[in-house]
Nanobody, 115 residues
Framework: QVQLVESGGGLVQPGGSLRLSCTASGSISSINPMGWYRQAPGKQRELVATITSGGSTNYADSVKGRFTISRDNTKNTLYLQMSSLKPEDTAVYYC?????????WGQGTQVTVSS
């Protein structure tokens, strides 16, 4: 099995940028797809973006044009570049991966957008 560890969260002002990373303890080449999810206080966890091993991406309408998901299989890392951040982007962000036998979740990283 693979462990996923997110990093890069923090406090940022509206309009700012952050890059989240999700580093796996092993190879992610067979984990397909991988994605980012988020959960705001009092709300259900929601999809932010996904990416396949071939590089096909999918985004929630609320983040299209502002967030970019990418993966580097050589570094076993998934990324989420977030720009033009809004207060409503405040949430705990989780990475997720699916293999043929398992579903993996990271422990989450807090992103707070506030002035």
């Amino acid at each position: 099995q693979v462990q996923l560890v997110e990093s890069g969260g923090g406090l940022v002002q509206p309009g700012g940028s952050l890059r989240l990373s999700c580093t796996a303890s092993g190879s992610i080449s067979s984990i397909n797809p991988m994605g980012w999810y988020r959960q705001a206080p009092g709300k259900q966890r929601e999809l932010v973006a996904t990416i396949t091993s071939g590089g096909s991406t999918n985004y929630a309408d609320s983040v299209k044009g502002r967030f970019t998901i990418s993966r580097d299989n050589t570094k076993n890392t998934l990324y989420l570049q977030m720009s033009s951040l809004k207060p409503e982007d405040t949430a705990v962000y989780y990475c997720k991966g699916r293999s043929s036998a398992y579903v993996y979740w990271g422990q989450g990283t807090q992103v707070t957008v506030s002035s």
